[in-house]
Every structure is written in structure tokens, then in C-alpha cells.
């Protein structure tokens, strides 16, 4: 891996943005107005930075590699990181991208710098809730610092109401099991760290993904999941999101008296405290309680009738209200045979073997691949198909389900020699087709 620090002699001043190398300057200025580097011409003060290089044996000197990535252009950067690409998107949950820009669209600089203050403001502004946004924020610095920029497939973020997923190349250099639960870090680019660490946008700490993991907890959000591909040496990091569920489940206003709380000590007013707080907790939950007892009766009546109408139709399904009802309904369904439903029979099939994921916003990711190889048990079904079914996004459900089924061999592709084929559809990997 090339390391960050390289001198890159033949590339000077004249290779980088001054547009965003003033804004860097400004916002230093901002954060340390009193700094001596401040007064520093140009050059000097990307050496000070880390983003200029001399070589005292040789003499040689240029922009170093965190200099380019931070302050260039994306014409220069992929002189030296051919690899190089970074991408934004955001869903309007039908499909379509409501925002989208890449290093390459030529409207900007396509660096690093002015990347993380583009996103930073998408972000924040689509972000309601500013603990959060600040949250997808630290996890945007996190990729940006820990990618290895000379591998292949680029950076990407895709946020959308559900969730927020940050894609680069390069493995975490800490166990995974050890990512959300210690303070370790391995910073894999320590120089392009100084530059950032130097406007405080992050800290050398390394809890920023503990205490993500530890904010999710405590908004009761599905946890975070970290998928690390070793072959094409990739990480995914998903941070699941429901704005309606933190409405219902967990307001903002239990988060921060669950901080507070958390916070108390043990001198006698805080003891009071606490015990007003756990007293007000456990009236809230058993007055939840009587609510559930006495919504009860009505889902379990809504359940029978739901399960009578499957009884009209398909005549092989007896209605048993208990906690597994999904589970057995999905067996019994397993157990028709495909060939001797009509069309109409198989759409209500796969409508009702789909209808938990439609259901419930938040499902972990084994229940949905579940759903997925059920759906996909009955027909080969497009990507289109499966969202539609599934009431997800395309690329939600291409980049956070199919790939990694297509990877763990429990999907094929039913044209595997013809990737972009206009009919390409998704089997379980059992099954073979008929061209």
C-alpha cells in the first residue's frame, strides 16, 4: 500500500486547488485564530500541515499524498490513484436518487476536502435529528481516514430514511468483533488524520464507533453491521435508520434523560433523581402493558382473519395464532407445489411470503434473506420484483441482500455469463433454468 507521507517530487503547487487550500486555511484561521502557522505563505504552511514533503537526504520535495488527495483535483489524484472515485447518493425511497454527485462530475474539485463538507451538508440537512446526523458524520471521517485509496471499487455513501451505508476499499486493521467495543485504533492514513485532526473535525481516541454503536443502543435503533468482503477486500458499514420508529419507540427526549441519568452520581440528591426517573419509567411501561393487553384481543382477531382469507385461497392453511405464525405460515407455503398454481395463486404467494419485510421498516438482515430465498424459492424474480415486493429500495436490496447471497452462494444469477442481461433474475442456487 503506498503509504500516505510518499513526496510525490513532480507534483507542485501548481497541481492543487487554491480555492479549497483558502478554505482549508480559513477554517484554520477559525478554529486556531492565534496559531503562528497562520501568517505562513503558502508553501510553508502545507509543510507545517503535513500536506507539502521535503526530502532532507535528496533535497527532493513536492505535494505528499495526503497534500493530493486533500487539496488537488480528481485529474491529478488519478494520475497517482488510478482507483481513485468517490460517490453520494441519496434515495427518494421510490427508486430514484433525489442527490447524486461523484469525484467525476467535473462540477468540482473531486477531492477529499471538499467531498466531506459536501456530504457533511447533505447530511446534516436530510438529518433531522442533529445527534444522529453528527453520528453519520463521524462514521463519513471514519471512511474517509481508514480507506485504502489505491484499492479498487471507490468510496460510496447511500443514505435514504432506513438507513445510512458507507462502502471503501481496505479492511478494518482491528479484529471486527473489536470495532464498536474498544478504543483501539490502527489509522491506516496517519497523515491524512493531522489534516483533519487539525481543523478538530476528529480525535485520536478511536471511541468515535463505540460511541455510535452505544447511541444506536440507546435510540433502540436495529444495531449497526459491518461486512468486510475479503476477497475484493471491501467494507460495508450499515447504520440502520427509522425516523417513524423513533417517533413511537424512542423519542429524542428518552435519549437524552437515559444520558442524563446514566450521568447522576450517588450524593443523596442524585439518588432522588434517579429513583423519580425509574419511577416515571416504570409508569410509562406498565401503562404500555395495559395498552398491549388491550390491543391484544384485536391483532390476534385481525391475525385470524388475515389467515381465513389465506384459507379461501389456498385451502391448506389452518388458522394457529402464536408467536411463530409467520415461521409456520412460511413452511406451509414451502410445501405447495409451484407448478400446480395458476398465476394469480403464485402472485398472492409471494405478496403474502413478503408481507413481514412490508410490515416491519426494521428486520434483521438473516429474517430478510429468509424472505429472499422464500421469495426466490417459488420463481426466478428480478431486482425490480424483489423491491417491489419487499417495499425497499432497489439498490437497498441489491447492495445490502443480493450481493452477499450471490457471494455466500444461497443466490445465482439466472443469466450468470450476462450480468446487465434485461431479463436478469435471482434464484436460489439449487435451482436451474430453461433459457
Known sequence: ????????????????????????RDKFAEV???HPWNVLETKEFLYKIGAWGKARDTHREGVTLAGLLLFSEERMITEVLPQYFLEYRESDGEGSWKERFTSQDGTWSGNLYDFYFYVTNRLTNEESNEEIASSLIEALTNMLLHA??????????EYDQHQCVFSNP???RIPVDKVFITKMSNLRNPHLFKLFRLLNLCERSGSGLTALYDKWNAYRFEQPQIDQDVYLKRTLVILPLSSAERQTEYTDQDYYESKAVSSLGNNQEDVENKEKFVEKESSYNKEKEALNIGVEPLLKELECFNTGVKDAIKGDISCNIDDNSYNKEVDSYNNVNPSKLDEKEKDSLLWDLSEIARRKKRLSPAKMEEIIMSLCREQPLMLKDLAYLLERTPDGVRNNYLSKMLRKGKLQLKYPDQPNHPKQAYLIATQRTEE
Request: net charge negative.
Open 1 to 24: 500500500m503506498i503509504q500516505d507521507n510518499l513526496i510525490l517530487e513532480h507534483y507542485g503547487l501548481n497541481e492543487l486547488n487554491f480555492e479549497t487550500i483558502k478554505s482549508y
Open 32 to 34: 486556531k485564530p492565534d
Open 148 to 157: 485504502d485509496y489505491n484499492g479498487e471499487g471507490g468510496l460510496t455513501i
Open 170 to 172: 481496505g479492511l478494518f
